[in-house]
C-alpha cells in the first residue's frame, strides 16, 4: 500500500461534479504531477487532499489513516503538510525570516533549534542575505523560493503545490522548474504538484497524472505518458500528436479510410471497432518522391508551411480532406500547392482505443 | 536541517478549536441585538394597557393632529434640509473637485471637520450665534446700526433656522459623494463633449452633471433621512420654538404621563420610510449608468475658473463661515467668557467656565467616564463582532453565515430615536432589567454602529486573497488563530478606522442616548442637553470644546498605537 491513498475521489459543486472518481496512489517520497487544462479538477483534487474542501464520495488517506471520507475530515492545520500557493501568499506583515519561522512557532519549536533550521532552510533556498526583508521588497522569484522555504522548513508529511511557477516570467520559470527538482531529490518530501504546464510536469515529475473533466486520464511516468499516451486526450494535450481514426485491421494494423492502413508498434487496440492511431508531427517522414510502401504512406498536398528557424511546420492535405500537421528539417523544403509523400513509421505509430 | 532528517515534524498538537461555538455565539448574539428590540417594538404598539390585541395606536397616530403635525412638519424639514444641502454641496463638490479655486485642500480637511462636529453642539453653537436676543449676530446687527433691544435680524428658533443648522450638518455627506464621483468622472468623457465643440458650460450640464446626478441624489436621500431621523437640533431649536417634529414628539411620549404603545406605534412609519430611502439610495448608486463612473482615465483636467477664481473661493469661505468657523468661535468664546452676551476683551477672559465643569459640576466627572468607557466598549466589542461576523460570512460556507450578513446590517434600517423607543421597552422589564445601567447604552452603540463597522470589514475582506489564511492554516494554525495572527494583523488600518467611527459615532450619540439614559448613567452628550435647557451656556461650551479635542486627540492616538504591529513601515 503507497503512502497516500486516494480512492474515489469525489466532488460536486451543484450539478457540476468537479472531480468525479479519482483515485491515485503516491509513493513515499515521490513528486507526483496533477496536468491538465484549467477546470479538469487538479485544483479541486489538490484542496481535497489539503482539507480546504471535503469530499462527497470517496476517502483520502494518508499512511494507512483515513483523513478525509465524507463523514468526516481532518482539518488542514491538522493534517502536517505544506502547502505552496499560486500567488504565493506570503504575509505582507512579517519578513521574510517570520514567514519562513511562522510554521516552526506554530509547533514551539524551540528558539535556538527554530534560528538554525530556518537558517538552514534560507541557505538551502539562498535567501539568506534577504531574511529581514518584508516580501513587497522581493522580486517574484525571491518571493518563490521565500514561499518555498516556508513549506519545507517543517518537514511535511506531503508538499503541496499549486502551479507555483505560473506567475513567473518565462526564464525564471524554467530556472524554478530545476530548482524545484533540485529541492526535491535533496529533501524527498512526498509531493503533489499541481500544473497545466506539460514541460514543468516532465521536468519535475516521478509520475504524470493527466485529469480531464475531473477524470483521470492516465498515470504514468513522463516518457510513458509522451510515448504511450493512454487516450487521445492525453496524446493530444502532451506535445500535440496527429489522431487518425479507423478500425481495427489484422493483429497489428488500423484501416483509416481513404487508402491509409496504418501498421502500429503498440497500443491499445480495441478488440473491436473503433481504434484510432496517434502519430507525433516529427515522426513523419515527408519527401516529394513516392516513399514505396503500401502501408503506412500516404499521399497529399501542402497546404501550408512556416520556416519557424530550427525546423519547418506542415499543414499537409490528404485526400479525403484530413489535415496532417508534420515538422520537418528546414532543409526539405517543399511550397505550398505541391504534392508529397507522407511516410508515418509503424514505430512511431500508436494506437489507441477511443 | 539536514537532508537526511527523515521523520517529519509531527503537525501541531490538537488545540480546542473554540471556532464553531464562537460562531454559534455570535449569531445569537446580533440575532438578540436586533430581533428582540423589534419584537417588542411590534408588541407594545398592537396590544393595551391589559396586553390584548389593539389597533386604537395606530388610529390615533392617523387622526390624532398632534401626531400628524410633526410628521408633516419632519417631513416638511427633511425635504428642505435635503435641498439645501444639495443647493450648498453641489457647487462646492464641484468647484473642489474639478476647478483651479484656490485653497481646494483646505476646503476639503475642514468639510470632513464639520463631519465630526455633533450636529446638536452645532445647535447649541447657533444659538449662541442667532438667539433673537442674546444672540452675539444681532447684537452686532443692533450695535452696527444703533437700534431697538428687541430688533433682530435672524432669528434661530423657527423652522427656517432649524433647516439652516441641519443643513450644515448634513451636507458633508452630499459633498462627499459628489465629490467622488466628480472625481471619478473620466477625463475623456469631457474631453470628447470638448473636442465636438461643446463650450465649458454645455459639457458639464450636458455630460459632468448626468453622470454625477446619481451621486447627487443618493447624497440628498441620505440628507433627508439625516434631518428625518435626527433628535438632538430639533429638541434644541423646535421646542423653544413651539413645534414639534416626529423625533421630539416621539420622545414626549416618554415624558409624564407616558405613553409608549403610541411611541412604539410612532416608530413604524419612520421604520419604513428609512428602508424605502435607503433601497433607494442603494438602487440609484447600483443603476448600471452609475458604473461608468469608475473609468480610469488619468487625472482629471481642471477647469480655469479665471476671474472667477476669488468669488469662487468666496463663496467656499461663506460655506465654512458658517458651517465650522462661526459655530467655534462662538464656542470659544462663550467658554472663555464670564458673559454669553458680552464683548470678548482682555479683561472679560475667564477660565471660570473650565473651572465650573470640571471641578464643581458634579454630573461633569461622572458622564465623561460614562462617555469614554462606553466610547471605548462600543468601539472595541464592536470591531471584534463586526471583524468576527464579516469573516464568518465572508469566509463561511454554511446557510447560517448568509443570515449573519442580513442581522449585521439590518440595524442600518433602524433610526436611532426607534432604537432608543425599542430598547427601552425590551429591557426596561423582566427578564432583562437593563434600563438604568450603561449596559442598555452599550447595546443602544452596539447596534447602531454595527452597520458601519461590518460593511468597512466586508469590503475589506474582499480585497484580502483567501490563500494568505489558506497558507497559515495548511502549516498548522487554527481558524481562530487565523484570525488573530494573519487576518486581522493584515485588516489593522480598517480595524483602526472602525474604532474610531464607532468611537466618535457613540460619544455623539443623543437620539437613543436620551430616551435610555437616567440620573446615573448620563453622557456627556445628555449633560449638554440638559444645561441648554437650564441656560448654562457656558458650561456647554466648555463640554462641547472637551468632546471634541478628546475626540480628535483619540482618533490621533488610535492611529498611532503600536497594536497588531503599528503602523506600516515605509518599505523601499
Known amino acids: ?354 | 536541517m539536514a537532508p537526511e532528517s527523515s521523520a517529519a515534524l509531527a503537525a501541531p498538537a490538537r488545540g480546542f478549536d473554540a471556532f464553531r461555538p464562537l460562531a454559534g455565539l455570535l449569531i445569537a448574539v446580533l440575532a438578540a441585538l436586533v430581533a428582540l428590540p423589534f419584537f417588542w417594538l411590534c408588541w407594545y404598539a398592537l396590544t393595551d394597557a391589559k396586553g390584548a390585541f389593539t389597533t386604537a395606536n395606530f388610529i390615533a397616530l392617523a387622526t390624532d393632529p398632534t401626531m400628524t403635525k410633526p410628521f408633516v412638519l419632519a417631513l416638511a424639514m427633511a425635504a428642505c434640509v435635503s435641498a439645501l444641502s444639495c443647493a450648498i454641496a453641489a457647487p462646492l463638490a464641484w468647484l473642489v473637485a474639478r476647478t483651479d479655486m484656490p485653497g481646494r485642500g483646505a476646503v476639503r480637511a475642514l468639510v470632513m471637520a464639520s463631519y465630526v462636529t455633533p450636529p446638536f453642539l452645532g445647535a447649541v453653537a447657533w444659538e449662541f450665534l442667532a438667539a433673537p436676543n442674546s444672540g452675539l449676530i444681532n447684537q452686532a446687527w443692533r450695535w452696527a446700526f444703533d437700534l431697538d433691544p428687541f430688533d433682530a435680524l435672524v432669528d434661530i428658533y423657527t423652522f427656517e433656522g432649524l433647516v439652516f443648522v441641519i443643513a450644515c450638518y448634513t451636507f458633508p455627506y452630499v459633498f462627499t459623494l459628489v465629490a467622488t464621483a466628480l472625481d471619478r468622472v473620466p477625463t475623456d468623457l469631457e474631453e470628447a463633449s470638448a473636442i465636438l465643440g461643446a463650450r465649458g458650460a454645455r459639457t458639464l450640464s450636458r455630460v459632468t452633471m448626468p453622470l454625477v446626478l446619481p451621486a447627487l441624489l443618493a447624497g440628498a436621500l441620505i440628507a433627508f433621512l439625516q434631518a428625518l431621523t435626527m433628535f438632538g437640533s430639533p429638541a434644541i431649536l423646535a421646542m423653544p420654538a413651539g413645534f414639534h417634529v416626529i423625533t421630539t414628539k416621539i420622545w414626549s411620549l416618554f415624558q409624564y404621563p407616558p405613553r409608549l404603545g403610541l411611541a412604539a406605534a410612532a416608530s413604524f412609519p419612520l421604520l419604513i420610510i428609512t428602508i424605502l430611502l435607503l433601497r433607494g439610495q442603494a438602487w440609484l448608486l447600483g443603476r448600471g449608468n452609475y458604473a461608468v463612473v469608475g473609468g480610469k482615465s488619468g487625472r482629471a483636467r481642471p477647469t480655469k475658473l479665471g476671474a472667477w477664481r476669488w468669488p469662487a473661493a468666496g463663496f467656499a469661505g461663506i460655506v465654512l463661515g458658517l458651517t465650522v468657523a462661526l459655530p467655534y468661535l462662538a464656542l470659544l468664546k462663550t467658554a472663555l467668557t464670564s458673559e454669553v452676551a458680552g464683548p470678548l476683551t482682555l479683561d472679560s477672559l475667564t477660565l471660570h467656565n473650565f473651572h465650573f465643569v470640571l471641578f464643581e459640576l458634579s454630573s461633569t466627572r461622572l458622564a465623561l467616564r460614562n462617555t469614554f468607557l462606553l466610547g471605548f466598549g462600543a468601539a472595541t466589542i464592536g470591531v471584534v463582532i463586526a471583524l468576527a461576523a464579516a469573516w464568518l460570512v465572508a469566509r463561511g460556507k454554511s446557510r447560517l453565515t448568509g443570515a449573519l450578513g442580513f442581522l449585521a446590517m439590518a440595524p442600518v434600517a433602524i433610526p436611532g430615536v426607534v432604537l432608543g423607543v425599542a430598547l427601552f421597552l425590551s429591557y426596561s422589564r423582566p427578564p432583562l432589567q437593563l434600563y438604568g445601567t450603561l449596559w442598555i447604552l452599550l447595546i443602544a452603540f452596539l447596534t447602531i454602529e454595527m452597520p458601519a463597522g461590518y460593511q468597512q470589514f466586508a469590503s475589506a475582506l474582499r480585497g484580502l486573497h483567501p490563500e494568505l489564511e489558506e497558507a497559515s492554516r495548511i502549516l498548522g494554525a487554527s481558524r481562530l488563530t487565523v484570525l488573530r495572527q494573519i487576518t486581522a494583523p493584515l485588516l489593522r488600518a480598517n480595524i483602526v478606522a472602525a474604532w474610531c467611527f464607532i468611537f466618535i459615532g457613540a460619544i455623539r450619540e443623543l437620539s437613543a442616548t436620551i430616551l435610555l439614559t437616567t440620573s446615573n448613567t448620563k453622557l456627556v452628550s445628555v449633560i449638554i442637553y440638559d444645561l441648554n435647557e437650564s441656560g448654562d451656556l457656558g458650561a456647554i461650551s466648555v463640554l462641547g470644546i472637551l468632546l471634541l479635542v478628546i475626540t480628535f486627540a483619540v482618533v490621533a492616538v488610535a492611529n498611532r498605537l503600536p497594536v497588531l504591529g503599528g503602523p506600516p513601515q515605509a518599505r523601499g
Open chain 1, 1 to 354: 500500500m503507497s503512502f497516500v491513498e486516494i480512492a474515489g475521489l469525489t466532488k460536486r459543486y451543484g450539478a457540476l461534479t468537479v472531480v468525479d472518481n479519482v483515485s491515485l496512489s503516491i509513493e513515499k517520497g515521490s513528486l507526483i504531477c496533477l496536468l491538465g487544462p484549467s477546470g479538469c479538477g487538479k485544483t479541486t483534487t489538490l484542496r481535497l487532499v489539503a482539507g480546504f474542501a471535503e469530499p462527497d464520495q470517496g476517502e483520502i488517506r494518508v499512511g494507512g489513516r483515513a483523513i478525509s471520507t465524507p463523514k468526516s475530515s481532518l482539518p488542514p492545520e491538522r493534517r502536517g503538510m505544506s502547502m505552496i500557493f499560486q500567488n504565493y501568499a506570503l504575509w505582507p506583515h512579517m519578513s521574510v525570516f517570520e514567514n519562513v519561522a511562522y510554521g516552526l512557532r506554530l509547533r514551539k519549536i524551540p528558539a535556538d533549534d527554530l534560528n538554525k533550521r530556518v537558517g538552514a532552510i534560507l541557505d538551502a533556498t539562498k535567501l539568506s542575505a534577504l531574511a529581514r526583508r518584508h516580501p513587497g521588497e522581493l522580486s517574484g522569484g525571491q518571493q518563490q523560493r521565500v514561499a518555498l522555504a516556508r513549506a519545507l522548513v517543517v518537514e511535511p508529511e506531503i508538499l503541496l503545490l499549486d502551479e507555483p511557477l505560473s506567475n513567473l516570467d518565462a526564464n525564471l520559470r524554467e530556472e524554478m522548474r530545476f530548482e524545484i527538482r533540485r529541492l526535491h531529490d535533496q529533501f524527498r518530501f512526498t509531493s503533489l504538484y499541481v500544473t497545466h504546464d506539460q514541460t514543468e510536469a516532465m521536468t519535475a515529475a516521478d509520475v504524470v497524472v493527466v485529469m480531464n473533466q475531473g477524470r483521470v486520464e492516465q498515470t504514468a511516468s513522463p516518457s510513458e505518458i509522451y510515448r504511450r499516451p493512454a487516450t487521445g486526450f492525453v496524446a493530444r494535450f502532451l506535445g500535440g500528436t496527429n489522431l487518425f481514426e479507423g478500425a481495427r485491421s489484422g493483429a497489428d494494423a488500423v484501416d483509416c479510410g481513404e487508402g491509409l492502413v496504418l501498421r502500429c508498434a503498440g497500443g491499445a487496440y480495441a478488440a473491436a471497432g473503433p481504434t484510432s492511431v496517434s502519430i507525433r508531427p516529427h515522426d513523419i517522414k515527408l519527401s516529394e518522391a513516392a516513399t514505396g510502401e503500401s502501408v503506412n504512406s500516404a499521399r497529399g498536398t501542402v497546404a501550408r508551411q512556416t520556416y519557424l528557424g530550427s525546423h519547418r511546420d506542415y499543414l499537409i492535405e490528404l485526400a479525403g480532406g484530413r489535415q496532417v500537421r508534420v515538422v520537418a528539417p528546414t532543409e526539405i523544403d517543399i511550397a505550398a500547392g505541391r504534392g508529397v509523400w507522407l511516410y508515418l513509421p509503424p514505430a512511431a505509430c500508436w494506437a489507441l482505443e477511443r
